[in-house]
């Protein structure tokens, strides 16, 4: 294999393995989901939902939990259990709070649960993630750039999965 490939394939799973608790709180949050929305139900001063019922109080836990609990791994692989649990809630936390956002921008724009919003709809957990991970460590250009468009190719390839058995209504 070519040393270039090589090393592309390396920066790239770097890349994924940076944002592993990010992309496991956004599916956790998914697969878990749960019964009580975030916004309790409640309409915003335009008469729309706030968020809606796609953002649930157990599905931001189990969210936290398990992107939590996969930045602790991460620590423990590689020596520095403190600096990656803390790293991982930030990740974790800004994914679930930039998907809570993502969906708030929506009903604004009046698009109820499951109606598409392209790029936001793939990207709001990540910038949510990135902005979070800043408050506690430098994101590098790069990966933010690369970060993006690895997570647009995922994010629609795990909707189309989840959307195929069944765990997800639409595909996108």
């Known amino acids: 294999m070519d040393l270039n490939i090589a090393e592309n394939i390396m920066f790239i ?7 592993l ?3 496991v709180a956004n599916l956790s949050g998914l697969a878990f989901g749960g019964k009580r929305p975030i916004d ?19 599905g931001f836990a189990y969210g936290i939990l398990f992107g939590t609990l996969i930045g ?11 600096f ?13 709070v930039g ?9 604004r724009l009046g698009l109820s649960k499951g109606k598409p919003a392209p790029i936001l709809d793939q990207l709001d957990f990540f910038i949510g993630a ?34 195929r058995l069944g765990i997800k209504d639409v595909w996108y």
């Open 99 to 107: 998907d809570a956002v993502g969906s708030f921008i929506k009903r």
């Open 130 to 163: 990135i902005l979070f991970a800043l408050l506690m460590s430098p994101v590098p250009m790069n990966y933010i750039i690369i970060g993006a468009i690895l997570t647009l190719i995922l994010h629609l390839t795990a909707n189309i999965i989840a959307y």
């Open 21 to 23: 608790p990010a992309y």
């Open 72 to 82: 602790a791994i991460e620590g423990f692989k590689n020596g520095n259990i403190l």
């Open 40 to 58: 309790m139900g409640k309409n915003f001063s335009d008469g729309n939902r706030i968020i809606g019922d796609g953002v649930t109080i157990e």
């Open 13 to 19: 799973l770097n890349i994924v393995y940076f944002l």
């Open 84 to 96: 990656y649990l803390q790293l991982g809630l930030l990740l974790s936390l800004g994914a679930l």
